[in-house]
C-alpha cells in the first residue's frame, strides 16, 4: 500500500515536471519570449522609419525639379504650336535643330539626376547599414522560438514513445497466457529529429534541454521499477498457469490469467499509459487551437506586414521622385517629335 502511495506520488511528481518543462505543448507559454519579441519589434519598427525616410539630398531635388520645368515647357511647344521663344533677350525660332538641342539638354538633365539620384542612394544605405542589425536580431528571436518548440517536441516524443515500450512486456505475457509466440510490437520513433549537442550551444535553449533530459531520465528510472514489478508478477501468473496444468490450447480461456495480467498491467503500468493519454489530449487542443488562433503566426505575419511596408513606401518614393520626372521628360521628347 506505502509502495504503490509512493509511486502515484511520484508520478504525480513527474507529470508537473512535464508540464513545467514543455509549457509550450500544453498552453502554458508562447514560443518566443514576450520581452524579447517585443524589444526587438521596437527595434525593428525604428529600422523601417529609418529605412523609409527620403534618401535623395537637396541638390539632387533642384535638379528634378529643373527635369520637370524643362519638360514642362517642351511638351507645351508641341501642345500649344509655339514657333518662337524667347531665351533671355534673344528670340528662338522653334525649328527642328531647337527641338535637338532642348532634347539633348533634357536628356543630360535626365542622366545628371539619375546618377545623383544614384549616389544618395548609395549613401543612403551605408547610414541604414548600421540598422540592419534589427532585422537579423528579430529573425534569430523567431527561429529560437521556433527552435525552442521542435526541442520541447522532441522531448515529448521521448517520454511518449518511452512509456509506449513499456506496453512490450505486456504484449509478450498476453500472447504466453494465450499460448502464443510473442511476436515484435512496432516501437514508434521520433519524428523530431535534432542535434541536441549543437542546439545547447544555443544559450536561450540550453537550461531547456537540460531540464528535459532530467526528467526524461527519471521517468524512464520510475518506469523501470514498474516495468520490472508487473513483469515479476506476470511470470508469478504465467508459471500458477503452467504448475495448474493450463497447457491445452481448448482450455486457454477457462483460467483466469488472462485476466490477472490485465489487472497486474493496471495496477503497475496502466497510470503511465492514463498519464500519456491524458497529455496527448491536451497537447492536441492547444494544437487545434493554434489552428485558428496562434500567438506565433500572429507575430510572424506581423513581422511580415511590417517589413512588406517598409518595401512598398521605398518603392513609391523612387517611384514618384526618381523615375516619374524621368518618365515625363521621355513621354514630352517622344510627343514633341511624334508631331
Known amino acids: 500500500m506505502i509502495g504503490g502511495l509512493h509511486s502515484f506520488i511520484y508520478r504525480l511528481a513527474i507529470e508537473q515536471s ?81 527641338l535637338f538641342v532642348y532634347t539633348a539638354f533634357i536628356a543630360a538633365v535626365a542622366v545628371i539626376s539619375l546618377m545623383k539620384a544614384y549616389v544618395d542612394y548609395q549613401r543612403a ?35 511518449s514513445n518511452t512509456i509506449g515500450r513499456a506496453y512490450e512486456p505486456f504484449h509478450d505475457a498476453m500472447s504466453k497466457s494465450l499460448d502464443q509466440a510473442p511476436d515484435v510490437v512496432p516501437t514508434s520513433t521520433n519524428l523530431f529529429t535534432m542535434d541536441l549537442e549543437e542546439l545547447r550551444k544555443i544559450p536561450e535553449l540550453t537550461a531547456t534541454i537540460e531540464a528535459n533530459e532530467k526528467c526524461l531520465a527519471e521517468l524512464s528510472d520510475e518506469l523501470a521499477k514498474d516495468v520490472a514489478k508487473f513483469e515479476e508478477k506476470a511470470e508469478i501468473i504465467l508459471k500458477a498457469r503452467k504448475a495448474a496444468g493450463h497447457d491445452d490450447p481448448y482450455r486457454v480461456f477457462s483460467d483466469s490469467s488472462f485476466e490477472r495480467i490485465n489487472k497486474a498491467f493496471d495496477e503497475c503500468l496502466g497510470s503511465w499509459f492514463d498519464l500519456r493519454n491524458r497529455l496527448q489530449d491536451e497537447n492536441l487542443s492547444v494544437i487545434f487551437g493554434e489552428a485558428t488562433n496562434s500567438s506565433q503566426h500572429k507575430r510572424a505575419k506581423a513581422v511580415l506586414r511590417l517589413l512588406e511596408r517598409i518595401q512598398r513606401i521605398r518603392r513609391i518614393y523612387v517611384g514618384l521622385e526618381v523615375f516619374a520626372p524621368v518618365l515625363f521628360a521621355a513621354i514630352a521628347i517622344f510627343y514633341v517629335w511624334s508631331q
Open 125 to 159: 544605405n551605408f547610414s541604414r547599414s548600421k540598422n540592419f542589425r534589427a532585422i537579423a536580431e528579430m529573425r534569430e528571436v523567431l527561429d529560437v522560438s521556433s527552435l525552442r518548440k521542435n526541442v520541447q517536441y522532441y522531448f515529448w516524443e521521448e517520454i
Open 18 to 98: 512535464i508540464r513545467r518543462n514543455l509549457p509550450i505543448l500544453f498552453g502554458n507559454r508562447e514560443p518566443a519570449d514576450d520581452d524579447a519579441f517585443l524589444k526587438r519589434f521596437d527595434s525593428l519598427a525604428e529600422y523601417a522609419a529609418t529605412v523609409s525616410e527620403p534618401f535623395l539630398r537637396p541638390e539632387t531635388t533642384r535638379y528634378q525639379s529643373i527635369l520637370l520645368y524643362v519638360s514642362l515647357v517642351f511638351v507645351s511647344i508641341g501642345l500649344f504650336g509655339i514657333g518662337q521663344i524667347t531665351f533671355g533677350e534673344t528670340l528662338l525660332f522653334v525649328d527642328r535643330r531647337l
